[in-house]
């Protein structure tokens, strides 16, 4: 006889009275254990969203390139010539903070899964990071764990990690943020989706065996109450193995590509739990699943277990009777476990048995999409203020040594060069990547033509933390606007919203703040959200972290040829600075570096501003007028000019990929300098005193410097029009050198910047 | 037809976790009159091949000694016998990793010197231009192409090391950007700063770097590793072409 599961039960599963009832009520009584297990799992934050659910709503989440929205595995976005990209973005946050290698490699492992599973194959991996500071040896471990981990998983699958971003702040030091992102690229009438269909036809669970890990890390199913036979707690982070991955990857596209399944999904959070009753649930059909037919690692799983196991690289798949055999031959060929655990049914309950004993019976609509939906009032934190800071007062005394910040700048582990990190991942297999990481943008081709796509990826936790509504928007415009440096159109984004703990109004009101600033820049920016994720209870000791709404976005280019990089070239180049010419102190790199502070209120993005830049920007390097172009951001217009510096000469810098840049630096002998003089219209910025440090290192959003040779000048400012542009400078010597009215602020030599700016290393033994 | 111009058959060997496949392949694709099939490991078959191409990746997952379990599938007994026979095999990364491990060309290749996987630009020096994997370059030119490898820290014995450099077995080098050897320019600690060797005979070539991913100037990869494969396929033209 099953047994049936009490409210102390429930409770003790995280679920609360009330949701309790409702199970009562669906399930006409009281539910099995096996039953209120699944509940459990698919009512819970992580598979639910109930808290995000009701804000999510405010996204644009189309527009005539989005071929899939969200609420698939992934977005797919039309990217031109009958070419689609498959593209999300996931947090593994917790694992990542518990076992930092495996934690990370399984981020990477799941993300994957989401891409092929649509029949797309994955040709880009992207991640973002955020760690305490480096000077803590745990933070050290973690960030080398986590790079580690990325690796290890990313390069055996054999897609290229182009790029990311790695921030250090003291708040994400109890809860580091991993956030992997993939895309596929697929044809756009190729797209599979995972709804189960067919009445009668199999389902069939493909890849690893299952074992009992991540059980215990999926929410509090391993207490002892629960199921008094359970044995001890497991260690309850997956392990990854990318060689199964990489074999599921080949098999499962074959699948796909020669029709030989109905549909496929994998087996994420919440295992074969939340696949089967989200495949079911789409189809409007029902799923039979016997748990004592899948292949375990441990004999005496019971089936509960079985249901909710996060066995890593297994998928399953909805095979007709027609195909099934050639289906088995295909996996066999890869040698891969492939067994039919079920069928499809009429009944659009999910149904689980065990050995001929149903122990599940749950209405698979009601399951997947009928969990509560909680609102937290919110409540306006008491740090926000509404006026920046006054840098003329005692606290912001002015700098002597103007040259020296610069050096100190691009040296903070924020700024510097993350060559340690992006040089243990293999960016160049596919043959794809044009752009390595290390400039504004990935750009990568797709073989056949001249098209090619860019990604990029940005949030300024500081900033979202001062103003998440301001941060929120200037993450998605700063996406956009990397993307644009480069070339690309950006078309769209996926995000991964890591926020603490959304039972606390002060938290819900960073996340309504943060989702209303993404919103309202991605309708002015015409790049709808096509997938994403939500990461809550990023919390350690009750100390939340910033609020951290990482924002990926794909770009396209019509002629991939036709994209630049940061990097200044030649003697004697114009240097323009582009759009905003006002800066603040507020929550910048100079802030917290050279003052030790995090206040104030970051500036708004000009979004009408920011669009008129980035079109412009587009136009320019469309029709070859531009040279190099760069974003202005962390440590503001002084370093966006060393890095461009740093890069045009460096063996190390963006074009580090093009022998031509290491023979002219072999020709000229040094590297490229630039002299600049500072325009005094650039320091009358309201609140800041007039200071030459604030222009200079001070940050703002819609600022690109770009370089130009003199010659196209004229047409160039004719494009730029009316919007706001300084000539700031040239290209010269083997110096940075900047003045303001004839007097010098600073001159620091480009091998200076250079050492400064790759001095990563020294701050990891 | 003309024996300058035929068609000449390469196979590119696919072991479960390799992941260069496509990309040798696709290299082997942007040559004209170029056929290329893929090999798979569990089929003796060499098709037809006239040079064959071991691609890089994790076979077998490479859990164990990176090439171990390779080197016993019944794809690689073919190889061997083929490689016996004289003809032309390159193998790249793991690939070269396996050609160790199968004996078809000396030394071993362990982790790098710095622990950690490492992908980055490294310039070679051509140091003997006069093999069937190198005809296209000259003698001490300098290559800008790409390693990532975890185990590409190359060791041998003194006494085959000396005999390999007398023999011309040392096909590259790894170099700095002027073409001088030194420290700074070898990425994993490789003895020697031995990039790629090939076998006594001549016909196995082994190499870390990867001149798959730089046979196109529009990409990040360049297309300095263009000469291994024109080298191979020349070779194998003028074979057909001698009485």
Redesign the interface.
């Known amino acids: 006889m099953t047994r049936r599961a009490t409210l102390t039960a429930a409770l003790k599963l995280g679920l609360t009275e009330e949701e309790y009832a409702h199970i009562c009520e669906i399930q006409d009584g009281e539910p099995t254990y096996v039953e209120l297990a699944i509940y459990s799992l698919m009512w819970s934050e992580h598979c639910s969203y109930k808290h995000s659910r009701p804000v999510l709503g405010r996204f644009p989440t189309e527009g005539s390139r989005v071929l899939q929205g969200p609420g698939e595995n992934a977005g797919i976005v039309d990217v031109g010539d009958g070419w689609a990209i498959a593209m999300k973005v996931e947090s593994h946050n917790h694992p990542s903070a518990v076992e930092p290698f495996q934690g990370a490699a399984t981020g990477v492992g799941g993300i994957v899964r989401d891409i092929f599973t649509m029949g797309a194959r994955p040709c880009v991996n992207l991640n973002s990071l955020r760690f305490g500071e480096l000077s803590a040896p745990r933070q050290r471990f973690l960030l080398d764990g986590v790079v580690g981990g990325i690796a290890h998983y990313g390069n055996c699958l054999g897609i290229p990690t182009v790029g990311g971003e790695i921030y250090f702040e003291p708040s994400y030091a109890g809860n580091c943020l991993v956030n992997a992102m993939c895309a596929g690229l697929i044809r756009g009438d190729h797209i599979v989706r995972a709804v189960a269909s067919g009445v009668g036809n199999h389902v069939v669970l493909i890849g690893s065996k299952t074992g009992r890990d991540g059980i215990g890390g999926a929410s509090v199913l391993a207490s002892q109450e629960f199921d008094e036979t359970l044995e001890e707690k497991r260690p309850s982070v997956q392990v990854g193995d990318p060689f199964t991955e990489k074999k599921l990857i080949e098999a499962c596209l074959e699948l796909l590509d020669r029709k030989l399944v109905v549909s496929m999904q994998d087996l994420g959070a919440a295992g074969l739990t939340s696949s089967s009753s989200e495949m079911a649930s789409k189809g409007l059909v029902g799923l039979d699943i016997h748990a004592d037919r899948v292949p375990l690692r441990e004999a005496d799983m019971e089936a509960w277990e079985i249901m909710i196991s996060e066995s890593q690289e297994r998928m399953l798949a909805i095979v007709t009777d027609d195909e099934l055999q050639e289906v088995l031959s295909v996996c066999e060929r890869w040698d891969l476990d492939c067994t039919v655990i079920g069928e499809v049914t009429d009944s659009k309950m999910l149904r689980v048995y065990w050995h001929g004993e149903r122990v599940a019976d749950i209405p698979a609509r009601r399951l997947a999409d009928e969990s509560p939906v909680i609102r937290t009032p919110s409540v306006k934190p008491g740090y926000i203020v509404d006026e920046p800071v006054e840098v003329a007062a005692v606290s912001y005394p002015e700098p002597a040594e103007l040259g020296g910040v610069l050096l100190e700048l691009l040296a903070t582990p924020n700024v510097a060069s993350k060559r340690w990190a992006y040089e243990q991942y293999d960016y160049i297999v596919q043959a794809n990547t044009v752009q390595i990481p290390g400039s504004d943008a990935a750009v990568l081709r797709i073989k056949g033509g001249n098209r090619g796509i860019g990604f990029a990826s940005d949030c300024n936790g500081r900033h979202c933390y001062l103003d998440p509504y301001r941060g929120g928007k200037a993450a998605v415009a700063e996406a956009a606007r990397n993307l644009s440096c480069a070339g690309a159109l950006p078309v769209a984004v996926t995000d991964c919203l890591n926020f603490g703990n959304p039972e606390k109004g002060e938290i819900y009101w960073q996340f309504e703040q943060a989702i209303e600033g993404i919103a309202e820049a991605c309708e002015a920016l015409e790049t709808p959200v096509v997938s994403g994720n939500v990461s809550f209870y990023n919390e350690s000791f009750g100390q939340a972290i910033y609020p951290t709404p990482v924002v990926v976005m794909l770009g396209v280019f019509d002629n991939v040829d036709r994209h630049v990089d940061c990097a200044f070239r030649d003697e004697d180049d114009a240097i323009l600075l582009i759009g905003s010419g006002a800066a603040w102190v507020d929550g910048s790199e100079y802030q917290k570096m050279h003052y030790g502070r995090v206040e104030g209120r970051v500036p708004d993005v000009d979004l009408a501003l920011e669009r008129r830049l980035q079109d412009s920007l587009r136009r320019c390097i469309g029709e070859g007028l531009v040279k190099s172009a760069h974003d202005c951001a962390e440590g503001g217009l002084a370093v966006a000019l060393a890095e461009c510096c740093v890069a045009g000469g460096s063996p190390g810098g963006a074009r580090y990929a093009d022998p031509e840049a290491i023979a002219r630096r072999g020709a000229h002998g040094r590297w490229p300098g630039a002299e600049i003089d500072l325009p005094e219209e650039l320091t009358l910025v309201p609140g800041t005193g007039g200071r030459a440090d604030v222009a200079l290192f001070g940050e703002a959003p819609s600022r690109v410097v770009v370089s130009a040779a003199l010659q196209d000048l004229p047409r160039l400012t004719e494009i730029l029009e009316d919007l706001p542009h300084w000539q700031i400078g040239r290209v010269t010597g083997d110096t940075l050198r900047c003045t303001m009215r004839g007097k010098e602020l600073l001159a620091v030599s480009v091998e200076e910047l250079h050492a400064a700016y790759e001095s990563l290393p020294d701050r990891l033994s | 037809m003309d024996s300058a111009h035929r068609p000449v058959r390469f196979g590119v060997v696919v072991f479960?976790?390799s992941?260069?496949d496509?990309?040798a392949r696709?290299?082997l694709t942007t040559f004209p009159n170029v056929e290329v099939d893929y090999l798979w490991h569990?089929e003796p078959d060499l098709r037809g091949s006239e040079a064959i191409v071991i691609p890089g990746?994790?076979s077998?997952?490479?859990?164990l000694r990176c090439g171990a379990i390779a080197r016993f599938s019944p794809i690689m007994k073919s190889v061997v016998e083929f490689a016996e026979s004289g003809g032309l095999v390159l193998g790249i990364c793991n690939g070269f990793q396996i050609l160790t491990e199968v004996g078809l060309l000396p030394g071993a290749l362990l982790r790098n010197n710095g622990l950690?996987?490492?992908?980055?630009?490294v310039n070679l020096r051509v140091e003997n231009a006069d093999t069937a994997f190198t005809s296209a370059y000259d003698s001490g030119q300098l290559l800008?192409v790409?390693v990532?490898h975890n185990d590409g820290n190359y060791t041998v014995d003194q006494s085959t090391l000396q005999r390999m450099r007398d023999n011309g077995q040392i096909l590259m080098r790894y170099v700095d950007?002027?073409g001088a050897r030194g420290e700074g320019a070898n990425p994993n600690g490789a003895a020697d700063d031995i990039a790629g060797v090939c076998n006594e005979r001549g016909n196995v070539f082994g190499l870390m770097p990867?001149p798959?991913?730089s046979?196109?100037a529009?990409?990040?990869?360049?297309a300095?590793g263009r000469g291994i494969f024109q080298s191979m396929i020349e070779a194998v033209r003028v074979r057909e072409a001698t009485p």
Do not use: M, Q, T
């Open positions: 479960p976790g992941n260069c496509a990309d696709h290299a569990k990746g994790f077998y997952g490479d859990y950690k996987f490492v992908c980055r630009y800008r790409i990532k950007a002027s990867h798959e991913n046979v196109e529009a990409v990040a990869g360049g300095d």
